[in-house]
């Protein structure tokens, strides 16, 4: 099959996807730190940040169009780093908080600055980014490096004027919510009416206003009277894109609940609940644990909800709870490794899942560096790799096929010679345009469709 077809609108040609830019460094001793832990466009596809294990964030800025330098059109180049959070240590648990930035979301701009969310596993902070490109100078009481002047010499006065500089970014922190969870911060969402957010962990989620730190609403909590009853928790949630009063959190017993905030204070009974009866045939040892969603993304339209398990994607409609209108293999030829999987935790990753603009592709990640995609329209999918090795700048990505014993073709791979080190956890899309980023450990890859390529 060719890959063509996959993310083509109706009645436009195909996307052909290639490798647009790759950014880290080839080693093969990756630190730690280096990881990136989470990917994320803002609004308008301009800027990209990423979070790593080193609780750093980098923001990547796409280079308007220039006609002197028709070729770095369209680049993403780093355009602002800066550590978010440090190592902690809680001495009443005699526990380590690491640094680790396990989400970031963007706010909608409201004027020329940019804001953003970022959280570990317990702080959650605001940062504010402004850019510089004008300073003042002719002070009438400061010298030109600050210091105040002998009073006795001024004998005349001057305007102030401003000067052109370098542009230099910013990055301030305006709020720092603390204390708001005692499990770890899985997720969080910026509602639509653009005030609060809410922040989720294991067990509760919590509704913050944009502008109080020192208080938080909690809106779910699941948490047993006795915790040895506890038989689920929560493993992500997510705001509705238009309606202010709707989110859904997803369990690990693989449910979704989509709660409205009208109905009551706290949100514990749902509205609705969407889960999928389980197939006694496929019943093992493990369906508890594969079962568990690790994400959940409302689509575009607010009509639909894509949610990803350890084997398959589903796409639910919001008005079906009894089972998701669409399911997508993404690597079931793992189904007979389980036991080996379980052995090396892998079986426990949490891949995350994307819409593309238009909500008719959806794209996630899976083993040996690669990632699929599926197009709902014509219910092709295609495995591509993102690799050094497979990938040269601008070339067209080769579709990769996983063979499961039988025969085998040429560039086939063998499931036994997957590197289960190798994973696509974090993935975004262009809100508009098909431009993916694609987090493989310490690097991050940009693909775009070979029209726009071309066009750049």
């Given amino acids: 099959m060719s890959h063509k077809q996959v993310g083509a609108p109706p009645g436009e040609s195909a996307v052909d996807w290639c490798l647009y830019q790759l950014n880290g460094a080839a080693e093969f001793e990756v630190s730690e730190a280096d990881i990136i832990s989470t990917v994320e466009f803002n609004h308008t596809g301009e800027l990209l940040a990423t979070g790593d294990k080193g609780g750093r964030v980098v923001i990547f800025q796409r280079e308007p169009e220039s006609k002197n330098e028709p070729y770095n059109q369209g680049e993403y180049n780093v355009y602002s780093t800066f550590q978010s959070h440090e190592p902690e240590f809680d001495y009443l648990k005699s526990l380590e908080i690491e640094e680790k930035i396990n989400k970031i979301k963007w706010l909608p701009q409201q004027n020329a600055a940019h804001s953003l969310l970022s959280t570990n596993d317990k702080t959650i902070k605001l940062w504010k980014i402004t850019e510089r490109d004008k300073r003042p100078e002719g002070y009438n009481l400061k010298d030109e490096e600050g210091k105040l002047k002998d009073l006795s010499t001024v004998t005349s006065l001057q305007v102030p004027v401003l000067k052109p500089m370098d542009l230099m970014v910013e990055v301030t922190p305006r709020r720092i919510f603390a204390n708001g969870h005692t499990y770890h911060v899985n997720s969080i969402s910026v509602n639509s009416d653009c005030e609060t957010y809410m922040s989720a962990d294991d067990l509760r989620i919590n509704l913050w206003h944009l502008a109080i730190t020192d208080r938080s609403f909690n809106i779910v909590d699941i948490k047993p009277a006795n915790m040895e009853d506890l038989t689920e928790v929560i493993t992500a949630s997510e705001f509705h894109p238009h309606h202010c009063n709707l989110f859904v959190y997803s369990s690990s017993k693989g449910s979704l609940r989509l709660c409205d905030m009208r109905a009551s204070a706290l949100c514990d009974k749902h509205s609705k609940l969407y889960e999928e009866p389980e197939d006694p045939s496929n019943r093992s040892f493990f369906s508890e644990i594969i079962s568990s969603v690790s994400d959940v993304k409302f689509s575009h339209s607010g009509r639909y909800m894509l949610t990803r398990d350890y084997l398959t994607v589903k796409v639910w409609d919001l008005n079906m709870e009894t089972k998701p209108v669409e399911t997508y293999q993404v690597h079931d030829y793992l189904r007979s490794k389980l036991c080996s999987l379980y052995e090396n935790d892998c079986i426990f990753?949490?891949?995350?899942?994307?819409?593309?603009?238009?909500?008719?592709?959806?794209?996630?990640?899976?083993?040996?560096?690669?990632?699929?995609?599926?197009?709902?329209?014509?219910?092709?999918?295609?495995?591509?790799?993102?690799?050094?090795?497979?990938?040269?700048?601008?070339?067209?990505?080769?579709?990769?096929?996983?063979?499961?014993?039988?025969?085998?073709?040429?560039?086939?791979?063998?499931?036994?010679?997957?590197?289960?080190?190798?994973?696509?956890?974090?993935?975004?899309?262009?809100?508009?345009?098909?431009?993916?980023?694609?987090?493989?450990?310490?690097?991050?890859?940009?693909?775009?469709?070979?029209?726009?390529?071309?066009?750049?």
Avoid at 403 to 426: A, E, N, P, Q, W
Wanted: proline share 3%; charged share 30%; with cysteine.
């Fill in 349 to 456: 990753d949490k891949f995350e899942c994307a819409w593309n603009g238009s909500d008719s592709v959806i794209m996630t990640g899976a083993y040996n560096n690669f990632f699929r995609m599926f197009d709902r329209n014509t219910k092709r999918d295609v495995t591509l790799e993102a690799s050094r090795e497979s990938s040269k700048p601008r070339a067209i990505l080769k579709p990769r096929r996983v063979c499961v014993g039988g025969k085998r073709r040429k560039d086939d791979i063998s499931v036994d010679s997957l590197d289960f080190t190798k994973k696509i956890l974090h993935t975004a899309w262009h809100p508009t345009e098909n431009i993916i980023a694609i987090a493989a450990t310490n690097n991050l890859y940009i693909f775009q469709d070979k029209v726009n390529s071309e066009m750049h």
